[in-house]
């Protein structure tokens, strides 16, 4: 009798450590929001080593910028503590030198400066060696039409300045451009008569046009140029103040590589506010690395083969940042990559930093409140229309360290909603376990 008691008593305990599948299904059975379009959701118990609920996490769903994700595993499995800037082989009185995609050249915000350092300070010609990327200035499945939105930079060997154009008025209301030398592209057209003010990029070419209406006293539009090696080399002549010129070399074996900024920088710069312009050029500089070549396909297939070969399902997996509908994973293979990243840095609080932090920072510090000033989801987002998700860890207050993956496709009602009453579940999660 004795013993049948101590059983009973451990199994009872043994329960209450565990989060019980049947109040988790209940949030789900009972949700007016997930029921009514394709809902997937995984949570993993990271300190058990075992799944605690599924719904349709075997199904495949379209992941937006969860898709960072994988670009991110990937980066950490074969690229160093920084980025290389650039490939560079000096020959008597010339500097040669290759893209390596990387897209903290110049950046507003990463500002990698020792690559453009090397060329500025050089006292050798300079020579821009072209030819290095093999794939197209989109990715496959993006939205052409999306062409003059921020979010939607062109890809390129050598980006500079984010590939994007900041167009604003000054406070004289005249129109300005950055970089400088598209001023002369910045045209007011009479016949462009939109409802409201707004600068339109010429589909095909760098003439921006802007009615000939007085523009909103703040007005700002970041808006991605067409990239071409003429045109890197024209902004690259006009900042560097020497002249660049045009070459075709295959790139050198012996050729040195220098080093612009912190990986782990950049990799905070594409999780927290979703950089798609980051990822894409990341899978760039894998390529680099790897190849020697610059082609985001070999990088996808070769992680999937390498890294990502025991997911529970095989990814589609097609572009870096997930701007392409043709992406497609699973909820329960999000978990097992996300169990993989936190194995890789072997430290939470460092994959905790560089996520969008519910509360404190990125695509989801207005999504979540904090709980006594202590965030307690760090989550990577992903919108296309009609589809949001997130992914990422979860620390409840009882102390329980949890990956989870929440997916919502095909659904008409406002975004809003949607985002709401995730929320709502991950919080109810965080404090009743």
Known sequence: ML???????WSEGAQAQRI???RIRKLFK??????DHFTGFALYDMDRGEMIYELNADKY???ASNTKLFTFYTCLKMLGDSIPALKYTIRND???FWGTGDPSFLHSDLKGINGFNLLKNSDKKLFFSSGMYQNDFYGAGWAWDDYNDYYQAEISELPIEDNVAVVYADKNEDMQISPSYLKMYLKCDSNYKPATFRVQRDFLTNVFVYPAMKPPADYRKEIPWKTSTALTIAILEDTLKKPVEAVRFDLDTAAKTIYNANADSVYKRMLQPSDNFIAEQLLLVCSSVKFKILNADSVIQYSKAHFLNDLPDVPQWVDGSGLSRQ????PRSIIALLCKIEAEMKNDDLVHSMMPTGGVA???KSAYKTDN???FVWAKTGSLANNHNQSGYLITRKGKHLAFSFMNNNFTRPTREIRDEMVRVMTYIHENY
């Open 3 to 9: 013993l049948t008691c101590v059983v009973l008593l």
């Open 20 to 22: 019980r599948k049947r």
């Open 30 to 35: 009972h949700s007016l929001i997930v029921n």
């Open 61 to 63: 769903f379209t992941p």
């Open 94 to 96: 010339s500097l040669i």
């Open 327 to 330: 992406n497609l994973f699973t």
């Open 362 to 364: 990125g695509t989801i």
């Open 373 to 375: 000033g202590q965030p």
